[in-house]
């Protein structure tokens, strides 16, 4: 028997239905992301396969462009949405566009050619979570832009076209869908409730503990109650923060840890699956504030989406978040 | 340049960043669905392979679960809703559930080995339509079930487990996610406008005609504005009407004629892609309504989604729908 379970921040309802998982050929297999690692774009030496880097962390005596780098960031080849825009905003009533401008940056997050985040040490990826937020203070200097997003693909089942390990941003001249949702179911339960709709998910879950992964205090990994797909994860900080260009180098560390240690475990349940991870944040343009709690989203890529899921928004899972969580947590 | 491009309808957004399309392995190649002919449980002669049929079209001679059938419908072997609940809805004021009942049904859509729509016969396809309306009728009497959505998946990279020809109806206890979006814009469309938003939305396409991919006056085809993805081509009845269920008999030949013709148009351009097809059509529990206006999406699935499009809902199409439907339209 399945259940149908609504996310308590957005109104979106999934199907749990753990008998799915019998079904053939349910959990795809990862698949090898077809890259020669010695024609690879991003390892160091080959800095000119790639437009020129935005920024790096690099010794101050070593050359732009050039190896001795420990994170790099360039923009994308094939951008999806650019500096300058050669087009007006357009409505006529009924169809509206706006110009695609925008930032669509790669950040490169070794020198050398690894293809997961766990491949990297705590030391490394910490690097990689404080570059996130230099980019994000970076894009909001631009007054057009209203909301960055930080996300990394891994595997071709996830959409990778490269398998060297890398995240990107996008930061995006609206606030896009997921986050308005977010914010608008966030914004109701504040006005009614008087608190951070997931401050009260993060106490909830603490003190349920059956969808705990990793509890490091600063920061707590869970499964969530509407998890989408098998393994799906999500890193809040323990303490209210709306936006995460605020979190210090300090805590950096402390979020390189858990992560680390979550996406280990993933990837010993799932057989290091392909998957996509996604940083939410308040918009640009909100100062701090006590409705929105910037978090992690994980998401194993074990399960395809078909016709159901394009049409209806209805996700099925065969496995529940706390038999997931139990299987982590034994990891 | 990109441009971002709101859904009239929904409050969803596009990117269309051309651009990527030059990205190397931009496009999917479809993959095989690794399922052997000889061993296929939709074939005629295999009957015994799936659990007991609920409907067929086969001669009044022919015995129940033995060939003779033209369309098989039966149960799904690994539902994701089941008729019969054994546990009560629940919520603690945070956290939601409720019961998985509902209805799954694998419509098998011919006896022999075919693989795509486009290789059934104008005839069969007509059937095939006209069992979708049928499943649909006999799912909504069900009084515990709000609404059913058919669905098709074409090849691996559309989620299809199994290649033979064949459709999906899942019926469900809660509008889903993207319906109840679809219908609270149409309603607040028709509170401001007095008419019903995808009629504008067939009036607009007709007159533009830019996006039209075919125009059989009882149908109509064609991309739609914001396109989530290369080759979306959307069909609508020209005329008003919010339940599929309704259609008649001759207008299931109608929209066969078109449908396939669409299904070959995209089949050439895209070199035979994994799509998934999905009908959308009112909320059982509404009686014919004017807000509303049941349709078929079908959806190549050439580019993968990434974190980017599950972190923010919004999509990144490298194809505008104005050479999408040029190219459909020259094929």
């Keep these: 028997m399945s259940e149908l379970r609504k996310d308590p921040i957005v109104d979106h309802w999934v199907i749990i239905a753990e008998n799915r998982a019998e079904r053939p050929n349910e959990l795809l297999q990862p698949e090898p992301a077809g ?49 300058s825009a050669d ?16 930032v669509h940056e790669v950040i490169i997050e070794c020198p050398e050619h690894l293809v ?13 979570l404080l570059t996130y937020r ?21 595997g071709a089942a996830a959409g990778a076209s490269i398998e060297h390990t890398h995240s990107q941003l996008i930061a995006t001249p609206l606030v896009p ?3 308005a949702e977010e914010l608008s179911s966030a914004s109701e339960f504040y006005r009614a409730q008087g ?14 503990a ?8 600063a920061f707590v990994a869970f499964c969530p109650y509407a998890a989408r797909f098998p393994y799906e994860t999500w890193i809040l900080p323990g303490a209210h923060s709306s936006h995460y260009e605020t979190l210090s180098r300090y805590d950096c560390h402390k979020l390189a840890s858990i ?13 290091r699956p392909a998957y996509n991870l996604v940083v939410h944040s308040a918009p640009f343009d909100a100062e701090a504030h006590d409705l929105y709690h910037w978090h992690i989203e994980i998401i194993p890529r074990l399960t395809s989406t078909a016709g159901f899921e394009w049409g209806s928004g209805l996700y099925i899972n065969p496995l529940a978040p706390e038999r997931a969580a139990e299987r982590l947590r034994d990891c």
């Design 134 to 154: 230099d980019r994000l203070l970076v894009a909001k200097l631009d007054r057009r832009l209203r909301s960055g997003m930080i996300f990394k693909n891994v």
């Design 87 to 102: 087009q007006p905003a357009a409505s006529n009533g009924f169809y509206s566009s706006v110009p695609g401008v925008g």
């Design 35 to 83: 890259v020669e690692p010695e024609a690879c774009p991003f390892c160091a030496g080959n800095e000119e396969q790639t437009p020129g880097e935005v920024a790096a962390l690099r010794p101050a005596a070593s050359e732009r462009d050039a190896p001795g780098w420990r994170v790099r960031v360039v923009p994308n080849r094939y951008p999806a949405l650019e500096h």
């Design 195 to 208: 608190r951070c709709i997931f401050c009260e998910l993060v106490e909830r879950e603490r003190a349920d």
């Design 259 to 271: 992560l680390l240690g979550a996406m280990t475990k993933i990837d010993a349940a799932a057989d």
């Design 177 to 179: 869908t997921s986050l």
């Design 210 to 217: 059956r969808r705990v992964v990793l509890d490091a205090s």
């Design 116 to 128: 997961r985040t766990t491949d990297l040490s705590e030391e490394q990826l910490a690097e990689v």
